[in-house]
Structure formats: C-alpha cells, structure tokens
C-alpha cells in the first residue's frame, strides 16, 4: 500500500506566496519521480513541476521563475514554493509519486496520486 498527502494550500492574495509538501508513504522500494499537477475549474489536470530520482527538474513554461520544486530524499517529501501568484493560478494542485514496489520477489511500477489540495488566489 502507498499513500500520498498533499497539504499546505489555501486562499492568497495575488501576488503572494504559498509552499506546497507532499510526502509519498508505505511499502516503497525506490521513488523515481514525484511531481505537482494543477487542475484549474473547469480544466484539465496539467503538470506544473517534476523532479526525477537524480533531482533533474522540469517546469511549465506558464510558472518558471515563479514556482521552485524540492525534495527531501529521506522523508520521500517533494515541496512547490510557489511565489508572485496570479489569478491564473488557482486550482486544486496534485501531487503524483512514481513508485517502484517490491512484493514477493517482484518488482512493479505505478503512479500514485494524492487527493489533492486547493490553491485560490484572489484579492
């Protein structure tokens, strides 16, 4: 079993800051990478930030220099500081956790994903 918790959303004002965690938790072998998506009202889930096993990074052209994704290897918790929130940015924001398991002498690969945490920007 394996859970992922997002916590740390909220309501801010626009031009504002706000930092994200996600912890990925239970029978884990080996994290290859964890992310953060937004889903705007109305939208489609869309990925804002990623970071691979070797802490590589990869951002949505919408929020580079704005949002910096981290990691804390030991935890197996990845943080989203977000800065200079606009309006644009609201939406529930989910964290997915790319995980390798061992069960039984075998290894499998999945997808997890947290229930998600709000994020509203408004004045």
């Known amino acids: 079993q394996v859970h992922v918790v997002e916590s740390g959303g909220g309501l801010v004002q626009p031009g504002g800051s706000l930092r994200l965690s996600c912890t990925a938790s239970?029978?884990?072998?080996?994290?290859?990478?964890m992310g953060w998506h937004r889903q705007a009202p109305g939208g489609q889930r869309k990925l804002i930030a990623k970071?691979?096993?070797?802490?590589?990074?990869t951002y949505a052209d919408s929020n580079k220099g704005r949002f910096t994704i981290s990691r804390d290897i030991g935890s197996k918790t990845v943080y989203l500081q977000m800065t200079n929130l606009e309006p644009e940015d609201t939406g529930v924001y989910y964290c997915?956790?790319?995980?390798?398991?061992?069960?039984?002498?075998?290894?499998?690969?999945?997808?997890?994903w947290g229930q998600g945490t709000q994020v509203t920007v408004s004045s």
């Open positions: 997915n956790a790319d995980v390798v398991r061992l069960s039984a002498g075998t290894y499998s690969r999945r997808n997890y």
């Open positions: 239970g029978s884990i072998r080996s994290l290859n990478h």
């Open positions: 970071i691979t096993s070797d802490g590589s990074t």
